[in-house]
């Protein structure tokens, strides 16, 4: 039976949306590129970007735009290393309120947060769920976008800045957990330089995490006052838009039993025209319904370490066997082994 939703029509952020500062992460694209040998105008080929644009500091740029900066990028300097130099770059950099409020976070508890709720001022691509055990923090990140084939590379750069910027704050590094998705890369080396040697890959979702007592080691620099009147800027600038895959896995997981047609009622459109969307940020429905199922399985299984019986039922599988192969389909492994 068809569940009926009462339609809310959210406001989303587009990938053609001009909402971010040339200034900031392009200049930075640009610079890295340019030092690296690469041509300028080949650089900007294809994406609607103006030199100007960049060194005007006032001009707005569209994610997709950003995109294709990056793609040009990896096309014209060969080397492993652009992602990683990038996210080093990052933080504090020219990102104005965010850095300064996180630069005077009380602790990565706080900066953590700070993220959260500002992520659109620094970090626009991806969206993270949290959940936690009795031992560590656990952030599962997702697309918020439809990155597509620049995936990879906005990984590599931002959870380098995560690891960089973590080091400024507190002098050392914090000893992270890195789970990917992708094969083993042959370029290790930059890997291990940049994010340590605590590294998975193949693993069935992106996920960082990190042992409990880190989230209370006191930033040198943290400041109240500082980081308040960061806030209070900030909140003056607040978009409150939601990439769109983000906004749609954002209500698949608080009704996961959802078909195509309820969530295309509750975004106030068709089915036809919720695939075509969905299309356009290049994933598909059922794909979205496997990620955020995989997701909760991991978290049930490996986390809270539930039997297969307790995991089937809070995810309202009718018999176990049909869990078992639903796990094993996402994930590649069987409950079992996921709960080793």
Known sequence: MTQQVTAFRPRYLSLEDKCLPAHQLAASLMDLAISRGANKERLLRGTKIFYQDIKSGRALLSPAQLLGLMANVQSQVASHDCSFLLGRRIFPSNYGHISNALLHSRDLKDALR?????????????????????????????????????WQFITESYFTA????????????????????????????EYEENLGYRLNFSQPLLRIRVDLPWLNAPFLQQSQSLKWHAIQQLKQNQSTRL???????????????????????AFGMSPATLKRKLKLYNIRFQQLQDELGMQQAIHLLQVKKLNNEDTAHLMDFSDVPNFRRAVKRWTGSTPSQLRL
């Open 243 to 265: 990439g769109f895959i983000e906004a749609v896995r954002n209500h698949l997981r608080h009704h996961r039993q959802q078909t195509l047609q309820d969530t295309a009622n």
């Open 114 to 150: 700070l993220l959260q709720v500002f992520r659109l001022q620094i970090c626009p691509f991806m969206h993270a769920y949290t959940y936690r055990d009795n031992q560590q923090l656990h952030l599962v990140f997702n697309d918020a976008l439809g990155c597509a084939a620049q």
């Open 162 to 189: 995560l690891v960089a910027g973590t080091r400024l704050l507190l002098d050392r590094r914090v000893p992270f957990h890195f789970d990917f998705p992708f094969a083993r890369p042959r370029h290790i080396q």
